[in-house]
């Protein structure tokens, strides 16, 4: 049977591609004697004709692959483009190092750990860039016999 016909004035009213017009197979000799718009309208209302899903991307592997990164995943060395600097710029680094510095060394001159001469010493060299991290600072003043090593735990 032949429902060529049919088939693209239900495309035309349903608005899509003929090859998205599903046709009921148990009623396909209803569907042929329909030859007006008004008779494939009426199919169309009986549900006997319909228009199939379109068929989309799936976002399912992105949605995945984006949860990988939330989590730090895929940051390996194939994974990188730009160079160190444009991934966390020097700045952004050197305020990282410095703040957490600079915090400890505020926390041992309030508690009265080591004197405001010390304190500001230390804040120059600080700044200077001598000391690679919190750790850094505290080690060198306990070798230094500035801090006691009960004391550090400030």
């Known amino acids: 049977m032949d429902l060529r016909n049919q088939r693209r004035l239900a495309a035309q009213l349903l608005k899509c591609g003929v090859h998205r017009v599903w046709m009921d197979p148990d ?4 569907i042929e004697k329909a030859v ?6 009426n199919l169309i209302k ?28 895929r940051r ?3 994974s990188r483009k730009g160079k160190a600097t444009a991934r966390l710029p020097k700045k952004r680094r050197w305020i990282k ?19 405001r001469k010390t304190y500001r010493l ?8 001598q000391f690679k991290d919190k750790a850094h600072v505290k080690l060198h003043l306990i070798t230094e016999g500035l801090l006691k090593e009960a004391e550090n735990e400030a």
């Open 27 to 30: 009623n396909l000799e209803e």
């Open 46 to 73: 009986q549900g006997l004709i319909k228009a199939r899903k379109k068929k989309g991307i799936s976002r399912a592997r992105i949605k995945k692959r984006l949860m990988q990164k939330k989590k730090g995943r």
């Open 76 to 78: 390996g060395h194939g």
């Open 36 to 41: 007006t718009r008004r008779d494939i309208k």
């Open 97 to 115: 190092t410095i703040r957490p510095i600079r915090a400890y060394l505020r926390e041992l001159r309030d508690k009265g750990l080591i004197d």
């Open 122 to 129: 230390y804040y120059r060299r600080a700044k200077g860039g």
